[in-house]
């Protein structure tokens, strides 16, 4: 088993000489393979480990019996050992998330910010092959596309999560844990036949390879690699028809207005579309929808199909302009040599909004349809000068307010003489260009012990601004531009 995760780690590019590797142990059996191979490993690879441990606070006692278990654990191997812990049953509840969700939701947030904070590199977790069938099977009778296919991957970049385990079996880790006289914890939720995935993995999987196919773990997984690479291709494919085929903002005599929390309008010219291939045509409308943070269903794909399809290939004439309602509230509207895509809520005033941001840490904004990121990043070398870009972590208070200017707000940016209303610095000529009445309401800032310290666009004020060493540097990302697994 050391040799084939070794073998995969180098395939894959996983890992390399100097990298620190948290390692994400819940006390389960997996994960404590995964700490006992990379630490068998650790010299050749030439790494250093240390143990990750969430408490998620859903099983009590025996969620706390699995941190003492694996706090001994990394004390016995002599590694460093970080904690975090969350109430995941009432972030549930709070986000309306099932509680797999928001486990993973807040496990994942807490592993951004070791790295953010320089405690690792990378977070190294313990999925296997199994996961990767499992994941699969699930998609597959849920529904799913090309990109669903692709299961979980090995390395996500972004997220800074390495799974050197994807391509060994359950069994494997059970056997090798055996030779090596290893204990581990078991969880009895996995037992849960009330879960998706227990029942498939209880019950589907097991049936289906005593009946079917032996070999179906492995023939997923070959799939879900395969399914990676095309999508790869894709991917780059559409990056570069895009530019050609879509237009941004509403179209007016003088060009077209759009704004940086996502465009009000997409709009995609019907004569190139029309003459590119039926899968590229889907993955077109797929990509523009997605900008919104909406994601289509196959039945939707289609009838956007229908709406666009040539005049000569309609029985009927068509009338200049049709909609057809798309989820997330987004509306779709072909016009003779457009097809053009809109919500239907970027031309209502948005309501007020105010969120909890953690220093460091990160939060949804579902009125922006994006994230807003508090991390811990380099300021150099400015000991008297200081960078606009970055906040002093020191003057900021562990939590802050993210929220939409108010009537009143004024902010302070470098550089300016007096601190400015807000309203004045959301004029065009503060701009250099339109932005929509919902965009000028819903224009985020941040509040820190009552003074707005960051404002989208703008440099944060002298007097809070990083000088040398470390800074908190604010992130806007859009949600859904990144894979979740």
Same mark, same amino acid.
């Given at each position: 088993?050391?040799?084939?995760?070794?073998?995969?780690?180098?395939?894959?590019?996983?890992?390399?000489?100097?990298?620190?590797?948290?390692?994400?142990?819940?006390?389960?059996?997996?994960?404590?393979?995964l700490?006992?191979?990379?630490?068998?490993?650790?010299?050749?690879?030439?790494?250093?480990?240390?143990?990750?441990?969430f408490n998620?606070?859903?099983r009590?006692?025996?969620?706390?019996?699995?941190?003492?278990?694996?706090?001994?654990?990394?004390?016995?191997?002599e590694l460093?050992?970080?904690?975090?812990?969350?109430?995941?049953?009432?972030?549930s509840?709070?986000h309306?998330?099932?509680?797999e969700?928001?486990a993973?939701d807040?496990?994942?947030?807490?592993?951004?910010?070791?790295?953010?904070?320089?405690?690792?590199?990378?977070?190294?977790?313990?999925?296997?092959?199994?996961?990767?069938?499992?994941?699969?099977?699930? #998609?597959?009778? &849920?529904g799913t /596309?090309?990109? %669903?296919?692709?299961? *979980? +991957?090995?390395?996500?970049?972004?997220?800074?999560?390495?799974?050197p385990?994807?391509?060994?079996?359950?069994?494997e880790?059970?056997d090798?844990?055996?030779?090596?006289?290893?204990?581990?914890?078991?969880?009895?939720?996995?037992?849960?036949?009330?879960?998706?995935?227990?029942?498939?993995?209880?019950?589907?999987?097991?049936?289906?390879?005593?009946?079917?196919?032996?070999?179906?773990?492995?023939?997923?997984?070959?799939?879900?690699?395969?399914?990676?690479?095309e999508?790869?291709?894709?991917e780059?494919?559409i990056?570069?028809?895009?530019?050609?085929?879509?237009?941004?903002g509403?179209?007016? #005599?003088?060009? &077209?207005?759009? /704004?940086?929390? %996502?465009?009000?309008? *997409? +709009?995609?010219e019907?004569?190139?579309?029309?003459?590119?291939?039926?899968?590229?045509?889907?993955?077109?409308?797929?990509?523009?929808?997605?900008?919104?943070?909406?994601g289509?269903?196959?039945?939707?794909?289609q009838?956007?199909?229908?709406l666009?399809?040539?005049?000569?290939a309609?029985?009927?004439?068509?009338?200049?302009?049709?909609?057809?309602?798309?989820?997330?509230g987004?509306?779709?509207?072909?016009?003779?040599?457009?097809l053009?895509?809109?919500?239907r809520?970027?031309q209502l005033?948005?309501?007020?909004?105010?969120?909890?941001?953690?220093?460091?840490?990160?939060?949804?904004i579902?009125?922006?349809?994006?994230?807003?990121?508090?991390?811990?990043?380099?300021?150099?070398n400015?000991?008297s000068?200081?960078?606009?870009?970055?906040?002093?972590?020191?003057?900021?208070?562990?939590?802050?307010?993210v929220?939409n200017?108010?009537?009143?707000?004024?902010f302070?940016?470098a550089?300016?003489?007096?601190p400015?209303?807000?309203?004045?610095?959301l004029?065009?000529?503060?701009?250099?260009?339109?932005?929509?009445?919902?965009?000028?309401?819903?224009?985020?800032?941040i509040e820190?012990?009552?003074?707005?310290?960051?404002?989208?666009?703008?440099?944060?004020?002298?007097?809070?601004?990083?000088?040398?060493?470390?800074?908190?540097?604010?992130?806007?990302?859009?949600?859904?531009?990144?894979?979740?697994?």
């Amino acid at each position: 088993m050391i040799e084939k995760v070794q073998r995969y780690v180098r395939e894959h590019g996983l890992i390399r000489a100097g990298d620190r590797i948290a390692v994400a142990v819940s006390g389960g059996a997996d994960s404590v393979a995964l700490l006992r191979v990379l630490l068998e490993l650790r010299d050749e690879l030439g790494i250093v480990l240390s143990v990750a441990h969430f408490n998620h606070r859903i099983r009590g006692a025996d969620a706390d019996g699995d941190e003492e278990f694996v706090r001994a654990l990394a004390l016995g191997f002599e590694l460093e050992f970080h904690s975090g812990a969350a109430d995941v049953p009432a972030y549930s509840r709070e986000h309306k998330l099932s509680l797999e969700t928001a486990a993973r939701d807040v496990r994942q947030q807490w592993f951004g910010q070791l790295v953010q904070q320089g405690q690792a590199d990378k977070i190294a977790t313990a999925h296997t092959l199994d996961d990767q069938a499992e994941t699969l099977l699930m #998609r597959i009778l &849920r529904g799913t /596309g090309g990109r %669903g296919l692709t299961g *979980i +991957a090995p390395w996500q970049r972004e997220k800074c999560l390495i799974r050197p385990l994807l391509n060994v079996t359950r069994r494997e880790v059970e056997d090798y844990l055996a030779l090596s006289r290893q204990t581990w914890r078991e969880d009895s939720s996995n037992k849960d036949l009330h879960h998706t995935r227990n029942r498939i993995r209880h019950e589907l999987l097991p049936i289906l390879e005593s009946s079917y196919n032996p070999a179906l773990r492995q023939n997923l997984a070959e799939l879900a690699e395969v399914a990676r690479a095309e999508e790869d291709y894709w991917e780059k494919e559409i990056s570069g028809l895009l530019p050609r085929l879509v237009r941004f903002g509403k179209p007016s #005599r003088s060009g &077209r207005s759009s /704004g940086p929390a %996502g465009p009000d309008v *997409i +709009a995609l010219e019907l004569a190139l579309f029309q003459g590119l291939p039926l899968a590229a045509q889907r993955r077109v409308l797929r990509a523009i929808t997605q900008q919104f943070g909406v994601g289509l269903e196959y039945k939707h794909v289609q009838q956007l199909l229908t709406l666009v399809q040539p005049d000569h290939a309609r029985q009927k004439p068509r009338k200049p302009a049709k909609e057809v309602e798309l989820p997330g509230g987004l509306v779709a509207v072909r016009s003779f040599r457009e097809l053009q895509i809109s919500s239907r809520e970027s031309q209502l005033p948005p309501a007020d909004y105010c969120y909890r941001l953690d220093i460091p840490g990160e939060v949804a904004i579902p009125e922006l349809k994006s994230r807003i990121r508090a991390q811990l990043v380099s300021a150099g070398n400015n000991v008297s000068g200081y960078n606009a870009a970055l906040l002093n972590q020191a003057l900021l208070a562990p939590e802050v307010k993210v929220r939409n200017w108010r009537p009143g707000d004024r902010f302070f940016p470098a550089h300016t003489r007096s601190p400015k209303k807000v309203k004045e610095l959301l004029q065009p000529a503060r701009l250099g260009r339109e932005i929509s009445p919902a965009e000028r309401k819903a224009w985020p800032v941040i509040e820190n012990e009552g003074e707005i310290v960051w404002m989208r666009g703008f440099s944060v004020p002298e007097a809070y601004a990083a000088n040398a060493g470390h800074g908190i540097e604010i992130q806007e990302t859009k949600i859904g531009s990144e894979a979740e697994n």
